[in-house]
């Protein structure tokens, strides 16, 4: 069974610029979600998608990141403009039922 | 307040040892309780997961779960350096239809020694 797969796996951009990730589920796993991880910290969860609905996006810094999962399949996530907070490895899940399997996530640097 | 606290570590121990990982919550809606490992450069991991109060035993790894204190802890019997990870304990509400938000603690970082 392929994992979850995560493109790129690591980007360097100036602040103020955009990004985005892009993230392909476990086939037929129907919840994706997308998480933030600092150096030295947990998983902070920011978006949540049950198909290709958003269930939970309370953490979602909204003036700055967006996401979408279209055909509740692949998924995007997008920072625009970037700031120097922003640096992290943001991590892509998928779940059929209770275990999350997480890809390897793309490791954002923003000077 | 933090929904989850755990001790970033790092915690170093010599090959053989027994490894006690713990964390604490705040949220009594938590049912759901996980260990995922995380090695440098990738995602975590799933480990053990645990649903009711009590422990659960997978080879030398033993999830142990207290709600009343809501405490849970993993425990790693015969510590080897390959388990030298990131583990991060992991939470999750009631749920009526699969796939909930999970909460993590901040993860703590072993390192086994030869």
């Known amino acids: 069974e392929a994992g979850v797969a995560q493109s790129p796996r690591y980007k360097i951009i100036e602040k103020r610029q955009s990004v985005a990730f892009w993230c392909n589920p476990i086939?037929?796993?129907?919840?994706l979600y997308w998480y933030q991880q600092i150096l030295g910290q947990g998983p902070k969860l920011l978006i949540q998608f049950q198909n290709n609905g958003v269930v939970d996006d309370s953490q979602l810094p909204k003036d700055r990141f967006s996401a979408e999962r279209l055909k509740g399949v692949d998924s995007t996530l997008k920072i625009q403009p970037a700031k120097l907070e922003d640096s992290a490895v943001y991590l892509c899940?998928?779940?059929?039922?209770?275990?999350?399997?997480f890809g390897q996530g793309t490791r954002l640097t923003v000077v | 307040q933090k929904e989850v606290e755990q001790d970033p570590g790092p915690l170093s121990v010599p090959e053989g040892a027994i490894v006690s990982l713990n964390c604490t919550y705040s949220n009594s809606a938590f049912q759901y309780f996980m260990w995922y490992r995380q090695y440098s450069r990738k995602g975590p991991e799933l480990l053990m997961y645990?649903?009711?109060?009590g422990n659960k035993e997978d080879g030398r790894f033993t999830a142990q779960v207290d709600k009343s204190s809501k405490y849970i802890s993993l425990f790693i019997r015969d510590s080897q350096p390959s388990d030298s990870a990131t583990y991060l304990c992991?939470?999750?509400?009631?749920?009526?239809?699969?796939?909930?938000?999970?909460?993590f603690g901040e993860g703590t970082q072993l390192t086994v020694n030869p």
């Open positions: 086939s037929g796993h129907a919840t």
């Open positions: 992991a939470m999750s509400g009631r749920q009526e239809t699969s796939g909930s938000r999970l909460t």
């Open positions: 899940a998928s779940t059929a039922w209770r275990e999350a399997f």
């Open positions: 645990t649903y009711s109060s």
